[in-house]
Every structure is written in structure tokens, then in C-alpha cells.
């Protein structure tokens, strides 16, 4: 699988996780088919994983771009249509979760991943 870094800590969700491909490259649709099929492997797993530990009604995905030149998708659960606005971002980022509260969301989603059986359920 290529090589790639998840991380919990960016100024949009409270919640959620930002998967990049340690290759740059700007935009999705220049992504070799390999690397883009990995990382939507990646998100997808992640997806099952927030859906999981916070119960969320929908968990959605975000290929973005505008803030950061590279290609990074945004996994987060989602608790109404309006968490998908641009009013919804600023709000965001003003603000940005406590570090602890980042901390301990990427602690209990390292230990769910962990805890994942083949099938991609957690347990």
C-alpha cells in the first residue's frame, strides 16, 4: 500500500481525520490509480472507524484543496447538513478544539482502528 499519514488535528471538526498521501501532488485527479484507490481504502476504513465510536448519522468525506496545495481528505462525522456549509468552517475556525480534546479523539480512534477485525469492523 502506499504510504500515507493520518492525523487529527486541523482547524475544521471537532472530530474527524485528515488523510494525506506522503507524495505531493495538488489535486486528486492527478493521483496515480493505485494511490487514489489506497486512499480511499484509507478514508473508507477511518469512515467505518468515526462511524463506530461516535455514532454519527452520517460520516462524509472531504477532498477540499484550497487551504493546503496538496491532496488531503477530510473524514469526519456529521450530525447535520448544515456541518457541510462554508459558514460551518469558519465557525470552526474560530474556534479550533482544545489540544486535548484533539489528543484524546486521536487516542480513541488509534485504539479502535487497532482493535478492527479483517472485515473492517471495529470491536
Not at 500515507?4 to 488535528?9: E, F, L, N, Q
Not at 447538513?81 to 488509534?110: C, H, K, N, W, Y
Amino acid at each position: 500500500m502506499p504510504s500515507m499519514k493520518t492525523s487529527t488535528s486541523w482547524p475544521f471538526w471537532t472530530i474527524g481525520v485528515l488523510v494525506v498521501p506522503k507524495r505531493h501532488e495538488p489535486d486528486f485527479h492527478r493521483l496515480a490509480s493505485a494511490l487514489y484507490g489506497a486512499l480511499m481504502q484509507r478514508a473508507h476504513r477511518l469512515g467505518k472507524c468515526l462511524a463506530h465510536l461516535y455514532q454519527p448519522p452520517k460520516v462524509g468525506l472531504f477532498v477540499i484543496g484550497f487551504h493546503v496545495p496538496h491532496v488531503h481528505v477530510h473524514v469526519v462525522p456529521l450530525y447535520a447538513m448544515a456541518d457541510m456549509t462554508a459558514e460551518a468552517f469558519e465557525r470552526a475556525q474560530r474556534t479550533s478544539p482544545a489540544g486535548a480534546i484533539l489528543v484524546d479523539s486521536a487516542e480513541q480512534i488509534r485504539q479502535a482502528l487497532a482493535g478492527m477485525e479483517d472485515d473492517d469492523t471495529p470491536a
